[in-house]
């Protein structure tokens, strides 16, 4: 792995769940030496399946095979003193240890920041949990299936009114905070010799998804009027049409909110007579109208195949798209003319196929190229490196003097949500950050309510200050040359420019990677298309929420064996963001070794695409094709698995139990009833065959209990349980509080306002987090003193709306 972007990063992985795993992968992927730790028994995903033929072996799983290539597997058990001992040493040669155990597991194990940092100050440590190394839940157990819950997800934005919140079909939030850990971790390293240490990174994935995707659009309004929305079921709630519909051969996601895209849907019908009715040209009308425009629509679809629809509204521009299947993603033409789905020879399995990187490195190709280890397939070897054991001193602790990116700077053309929470992602690593945007073309994020203060202002969106906090602003007209020779000249003094506009844009705007290589020779240049910058999908429309749809990850979010229900915001949309910076990370460790820039191209469906990792390594080894489920695990190796009523109106409790311990414990919580006997429940093998009964009986009990104090006592006995909370639970939970996820911050316009800060914790230096910017409140600082623009020019570039 040689010619990797992260060739000279030796990292240690030591896991117990699905995120540390995925994260290390990344590291792999792109060329870094990843050790993977294993007790004699195996990683525990080893046994989850899924196996060909059903037929479990440890070294056929899929989703271990999926997450584990190019990694070396070293066989040492942490519980084991002298396997500990082992695991220090390769530890003080280490760049980074990615792990996922309980904190208490760690600290117990002596493995605790505070000891590793003595023995390797220059260590990165990435902590990727539940719930986050402090806080009261921090020492809870917790899996997936609690994390995505306890970020108020699901009561916000997935399942119908009455019924239980829903997750999508995967382990989201691992996948979710493996992606943040991977960019904080990548920048950690990167940037050690501006910070002078290693340093502690404490991703919480309930955080991470409570701050980025619930937090950025309902905290605001919440804490300024006291009101929030729940779930729908139905689809995005602001605007219309954004749902999902059936039609001829499956579902589509009907997406046209902006006039443009109303008018090219409506050419896509026919131009039918309902749907010039005055109420119906407004997105928000249209919304608050949803019962009667959505059967219209319907009516259309149904008499289509998916394809067709997706081919018509998109001839129109309109961003509607084909819901996949997972196997419709596996044999798309589009990721095969990508080669984005890699065969790989495993000694065990055979030719498998796997999914390729993340994200596509031209100069520094990233992806797997070795199957997953055997079980200690490496272990001799690397042992045998390891220099002959001494007593070991404790080495002076080394405090992080600087964020990690200080002193880069990075122009970012992006616009609604992915483009500047990529911008953000890098200014809260320390980068400085100006979003280029336009009052010509005001960006849609700072249309959306609610309003500061209730005055309809762009400068006044809450939710903006919210996702774009961290980027700077400064106000061009594209459109003119005058303003695309000035960008030209901010392109030449920054390391890196973002920018997520369909395939094509930039080259019109003349802002090509070719012309602004020629302004600086060693940008990184990040590309954050839909679908990438290359192949049959090239140009196709998305927004987060339809984006979705061409992943496979729309396929697999609904009740147990329903038709997908939407999740009524763009969840791809802050995730995305994050993926596109850790591309501009990687590419700029690759410089670092290389003195070489690059043309990144990220495909938002190809960072989305590895979360159905579980699905699509089923489908790849047996052919099956999974459909919505639910809340159930996503590899049926855990019963009790889901979320359960509790007492309150629309309250509820997620509950998983992966092990005979822990169902005997939470049996001996509700009384030791004799029915948990019976052998319908007397085995997970068992209790998943039987699913919905033993669901049933659990909430018989779970009802009439507060979610809280039911919490608190399964959490007591070791059962992985958690309140689901909603929006208001948010800003008053006591483990959010205490882990400073919202705080309050004065607003450059001068009211209060509550956002999402840093929330990922670091041992380094804190950002210092402000709400998103005024427009152009930037422009005096970079045009006149960074390009050196006269005061008369620049009075004259505002007078003709140059810089506007």
């Known amino acids: 792995m040689s010619d990797g972007a992260l060739a000279n990063i030796i990292a240690v992985e030591l896991n117990s769940g699905v995120a540390a795993p995925f994260c290390a992968k990344i590291f792999a992927d792109y060329g870094a030496d990843v050790i993977k730790l294993e007790p004699p028994e195996g990683d525990r995903?080893?046994?989850w399946g899924p196996f060909p033929q059903d037929e479990p072996h440890p070294e056929k799983?899929?989703?271990?095979?999926?997450?584990?290539?190019?990694?070396?597997?070293?066989?040492?058990?942490?519980?084991?003193?002298?396997?500990r001992e082992r695991l220090l040493d390769l530890l003080a040669k280490a760049d980074v240890l990615i792990e996922d155990n309980?904190?208490?597991?760690?600290?117990?194990?002596?493995?605790?920041?505070?000891?590793?940092?003595?023995?390797?100050?220059?260590?990165?440590?990435?902590?990727?949990?539940?719930?986050?190394?402090?806080?009261?839940?921090?020492?809870?157990?917790?899996?997936?299936?609690n994390a995505f819950h306890l970020s108020g997800t699901g009561s916000r934005y997935c399942g119908r009114p009455g019924e239980p919140p829903l997750q999508h079909g995967t382990f989201s939030a691992s996948f979710f905070g493996a992606y943040v850990a991977a960019a904080w971790g990548v920048a950690a390293v990167l940037g050690r010799e501006r910070t002078g240490a290693g340093q502690h990174i404490d991703v919480s994935c309930a955080e991470a998804i409570a701050a980025l995707f619930v937090g950025a659009q309902n905290i605001g309004g919440m804490a300024q009027d006291g009101v929030y929305e729940k779930r729908t079921g139905i689809g995005m709630p602001l605007g219309a049409p954004a749902t999902i519909l059936p039609c001829k051969d499956g579902y589509v996601w009907m997406m046209a909110l902006e006039s443009g895209q109303w008018d090219g849907l409506c050419r896509a019908m026919g131009d039918p007579e309902w749907a010039c009715i005055d109420m119906f040209q407004d997105m928000f009308t249209r919304a608050q109208n949803a019962d009667v425009i959505y059967p219209l629509i319907e009516q259309w679809t149904a008499g289509l195949g998916k394809q067709e629809i997706m081919e018509l509204c998109q001839a129109n521009g309109c961003p509607t798209t084909a819901l996949f299947t997972v196997a419709e993603v596996a044999e798309h033409p589009h990721l095969a003319e990508r080669e984005f789905i890699v065969e790989l020879e495993h000694p065990v399995l055979g030719r498998v196929r796997t999914l390729g990187a993340p994200v596509r490195l031209p100069a520094s190709p990233g992806g797997p190229r070795r199957p997953a280890p055997l079980l200690g397939e490496h272990s001799r070897d690397v042992l045998a490196a390891l220099e002959p054991r001494k007593a070991r001193e404790r080495r002076p602790a080394k405090t992080a003097r600087a964020l990690p990116l200080e002193g880069l700077r990075v122009a970012n053309f992006g616009w609604g949500w992915l483009g500047p929470v990529a911008g953000q992602t890098l200014a809260f690593l320390g980068?400085?950050?100006?979003?280029?945007?336009?009052?010509?073309?005001?960006?849609?994020?700072?249309?959306l309510p609610p309003f500061g203060g209730g005055v309809r202002d762009p400068d006044r969106s809450l939710q903006n200050h919210a996702g774009w906090a961290g980027n700077g602003s400064v106000t061009l007209d594209l459109k003119q040359p005058e303003a695309q020779a000035l960008a030209h000249s901010l392109v030449a003094r920054c390391d890196v420019v973002l920018e997520n506009f369909g395939p094509g844009v930039m080259t019109r705007l003349n802002l090509d990677y070719d012309t602004l290589r020629a302004a600086r020779p060693d940008i990184v240049v990040v590309s954050m298309p839909a679908a990438g910058l290359f192949g049959p999908l090239k140009d196709i429309r998305t927004y987060g929420m339809s984006l979705a749809s061409i992943t496979g990850l729309d396929s697999l979010t609904g009740y147990h064996a329903g038709p997908p229900v939407p999740m009524e915001n763009a969840f791809a949309d802050p995730l995305?963001?994050?993926?596109?910076?850790?591309?501009?990370?990687?590419?700029?460790?690759h410089r670092a070794r290389s003195g070489e820039g690059q043309h990144v191209d990220f495909?938002?469906?190809?960072?989305?695409?590895?979360?159905?990792?579980?699905?699509f390594m089923d489908y790849v080894m047996n052919g099956r094709v999974a459909g919505p489920l639910g809340n159930r695990h996503p590899l049926a190796a855990a019963a009790p698995h889901g979320v359960f009523r509790s007492a309150g109106e629309d309250r509820w409790i997620a509950i998983a139990v992966t092990s005979e311990n822990e169902w005997r414990e939470l049996a001996a919580a509700m009384g030791d009833p004799a029915w948990t006997r019976e052998h319908e429940f007397a085995s997970t093998a068992a209790r998943v065959e039987n699913l919905d009964a033993l669901h049933e009986r659990i909430e018989t009990w779970t009802s009439a209990r507060d979610d809280y104090e039911l919490a608190e006592m399964l959490q007591r006995r070791g059962v992985a349980a958690t309140p689901v909370l909603d929006v208001a639970d948010l800003l008053n939970d006591p483990h959010f509080i205490e882990r400073g996820t919202f705080p309050e911050v004065?607003?450059?316009?001068?009211?209060?306002?509550?956002?999402?800060?840093?929330?990922?914790?670091?041992?380094?230096?804190?950002?210092?987090?402000?709400?998103?910017?005024?427009?152009?409140?930037?422009n005096e600082h970079v045009f006149k003193e960074l390009l050196g623009v006269s005061e008369e020019d620049y009075r004259r570039l505002v007078d003709e709306r140059v810089i506007y």
């Open 102 to 145: 309980a904190p208490r597991q760690m600290r117990e194990w002596g493995l605790d920041w505070e000891t590793l940092s003595g023995v390797n100050p220059d260590l990165v440590m990435i902590s990727i949990t539940p719930f986050g190394q402090t806080g009261p839940y921090s020492n809870w157990r917790g899996e997936d299936l």
């Open 576 to 589: 995305g963001g994050v993926i596109g910076a850790l591309g501009a990370l990687v590419a700029l460790a």
């Open 746 to 778: 004065i607003h450059p316009l001068g009211f209060k306002e509550r956002i999402y800060g840093a929330y990922v914790k670091t041992s380094g230096v804190e950002p210092v987090v402000r709400p998103g910017p005024v427009m152009g409140q930037d």
């Open 603 to 615: 495909s938002q469906q190809e960072g989305v695409v590895q979360m159905i990792a579980p699905a």
């Open 61 to 83: 799983g899929g989703l271990f095979t999926a997450l584990n290539s190019n990694k070396r597997g070293v066989v040492l058990d942490a519980s084991v003193a002298e396997d």
């Open 431 to 447: 980068a400085e950050v100006y979003k280029i945007e336009s009052r010509a073309r005001i960006d849609i994020n700072r249309t």
């Open 45 to 47: 995903i080893r046994g």
